[in-house]
């Protein structure tokens, strides 16, 4: 059986940057280390982060206690209000946000400073949004939508320039879909398209396989906004795909009396749970 991993499976770049971050200062032992928030949506990663001491802390309120150890920003970023508390709690951090989260960040603080309506275009309770909005110097000018209902729905006062931006991890052909039904509207608007280069990379990868193989196995965490996206865009090509966490979730028996089988992985999937994956098919079949 032809078995294809798609290469653009696994950690990206600002993902793989928050892991070896973590891992650094675990090895450096220069006290205890807390990550806020998962540092990725991979319970292997994170569990194996636990065992090594890596407390993750989930509220504002649990933060102001970590003035024991260093805290560490995970990669999806936060608002800047965050910043502002660990500044005056004094409590050391380490900032490992995706330097393409960061840019985000820059331009809606820029446009919402001018008085443009932000509308982010992406999943409102990803912590990643969550941190894109708190940059806004205008919360009540700063709108999520992510269908196309919503889409349609949006309205900001009469007269505002509005500001597009994207979720790194968003789906580029919804994200193309929802702006042309704003622009339709008429309003004024300047459209940046925010969507990581190697989202995109792995999304197009991903569907040109998926509509080429037998069946498609998507690896990646459960609660991974961006394996689901791929789960999503797979299963259009390729009815027999499955959306597996690690090996032992896989059924082989799916993948019997096929010619071709194709694998592809999120961007907070480690590449040993892949390997473990395309290795166990191999052998299997």
């Known amino acids: 059986m032809e078995v294809i991993l798609a290469k653009s499976a ?10 070896d ?45 970590c003035s024991d150890g260093t805290v560490i920003i995970r990669s999806h970023g936060v608002g800047r209000a965050v910043y502002a508390l660990l500044e005056a709690e004094h409590i050391p951090y380490v900032d490992a946000t995706c330097p393409y989260v960061k840019k985000i960040h820059q331009i809606v603080d820029k446009y919402s400073r001018e008085g443009c309506h932000v509308l982010i275009i992406g999943n409102e309770n990803h912590p990643e949004v969550e941190g894109i909005k708190g940059w806004s110097s205008n919360p009540a000018e700063t709108s999520v939508i992510g ?14 320039k509005v500001c597009i931006v994207s979720q790194t991890t968003f789906n580029n052909k919804n994200f193309q879909e929802l ?4 622009q339709k509207k008429g309003y004024d608007i300047v459209v940046l398209n925010t969507i990581c280069n190697a989202t995109q990379e792995r999304q197009s ?13 998507v690896v ?32 082989l028996s799916k993948l019997w009396s096929i010619n ?26």
């Open 179 to 182: 702006v042309e039904i704003i």
């Open 205 to 217: 990868e991903a569907k040109r396989i998926a509509a080429k193989v037998d069946a498609m196995i």
């Open 220 to 251: 990646g965490g459960k609660n991974s906004s961006n394996t689901q996206k791929l789960f999503e865009i797979c299963k259009k090509e390729c009815e027999n795909t499955c959306y597996i966490q690690t090996l032992e979730d896989l059924d």
């Open 260 to 285: 071709s089988v194709g694998i592809t992985a999120g961007a907070s999937t480690p590449n040993k749970i892949i390997e473990e994956v395309q290795r166990n098919v191999r052998n299997e079949f």
């Open 21 to 65: 971050t973590v891992y650094e200062q675990v090895d450096a032992k220069k006290g205890k280390i807390y990550t806020y928030g998962p540092i990725i949506h991979n319970e292997e990663v994170v569990t194996d982060l636990q065992k090594r001491g890596v407390c993750v802390v989930e509220t504002e309120e649990e933060l102001r206690n």
């Open 147 to 160: 269908t196309v209902s919503e889409a349609y729905d949006f309205a900001p006062g009469e007269g505002k």
């Open 10 to 19: 696994g950690f990206c770049f600002g993902v793989k940057r928050a892991v």
